[in-house]
């Protein structure tokens, strides 16, 4: 398991907080503050510099932001300058240095004066090294996944996770247990584990039951289509009295026939 410390976290233009720079301590580091004052922005700064989100999971643009950018006194956004987080840290005592700009990008446009707005970009930089987005998620997934980092900051998140989700958690927490030792004592977990096998999983038999169960009702639909279609192919009943008492008047024309004859 890595031993991550934060050393360093230094703010530029982040949620309003134009230049503000952190120094922890190696043991504990108290940040206190009147409500407003930026507290949760040091989360949101540290959340977003690691994943691009806030410590709710949103993103800085697009629908449901979180509103990175700076705003004037009047509430305006200011334009123009850049957004950026940096944090130093010790990983398993290796130093890490990293580092996500925020900027708006302006193009003139061919026969025009002045420039526009043409969207906003992200830049990352892992020991001062640039990295293209999935570069990035590699290097910290490697630190410290993004589910790890939320559960250990947030009071909310495991409770937020459907119920597979926590139960695999806790179970992951408890260690593990086995199939054979939740099974013992239980006929009917007893039996499923011998339906299981060795090489397949529960939610594989599930799928495996389902898809058995699906062919047979197609099967069973199928059932009348069948029988009127094997119903078209046999002949048809023949009314056997019209057809002996036929035989009875040929064969009396016949004797008839060698009456005359003789």
């Known amino acids: 398991m890595k031993e991550i ?4 976290l230094r703010l530029l233009n982040f949620k309003g907080t134009r230049n503000l720079e952190v120094d922890f301590d ?3 580091t108290t940040i ?3 409500n407003g004052k930026g507290k949760s922005t040091l989360f949101d700064a540290f959340s977003w510099l690691l994943f691009g989100k806030d410590r709710k999971g949103r993103k800085p643009s697009g629908k449901g932001s979180f509103g990175l950018k700076t705003y004037d006194s009047n509430g305006v956004t200011i334009p123009r300058i850049s957004h950026e987080v940096e944090a130093l840290m010790e990983v398993s005592g290796e130093p890490v240095m990293l580092r996500r700009t925020f900027n708006e990008k302006w193009t003139k446009k061919k026969g025009e004066l002045t420039e526009c707005f ?3 970009e992200e830049e990352r930089f892992f020991n001062e090294v640039p990295c293209s987005l999935e570069e990035w998620s590699s290097k910290i997934a490697s630190i410290c996944s993004e589910a790890t980092f939320r559960l250990i900051t947030s009071p909310y998140y495991f409770n937020d996770q459907k119920m597979e989700v926590k139960r695999k958690m806790l179970i992951q927490m408890a260690g593990g247990i086995s199939d ?3 099974a013992e004592g239980n006929d009917s977990f007893v039996a499923l584990l011998a339906l299981l096998g060795t090489d397949k999983t529960l939610n594989e038999l599930k799928r495996e039951v389902i898809s058995k169960k699906a062919r047979i009702k197609k099967e069973v639909d199928s059932i009348p289509g069948r029988i009127d279609e094997q119903k078209r192919e046999m002949p048809e009943t ?3 009295d019209k057809i002996s ?4 008047e040929k064969e009396k024309e016949v004797k008839a026939l060698w009456i005359s004859l003789m």
């Open 26 to 28: 190696a043991d504990r």
């Open 118 to 120: 043409d969207g906003n």
């Open 238 to 240: 023949e009314d056997w």
């Open 32 to 34: 206190y503050a009147a």
């Open 180 to 182: 054979r030792e939740i």
């Open 245 to 248: 008492s036929e035989i009875s």
């Open 5 to 8: 410390r934060l050393k360093k």
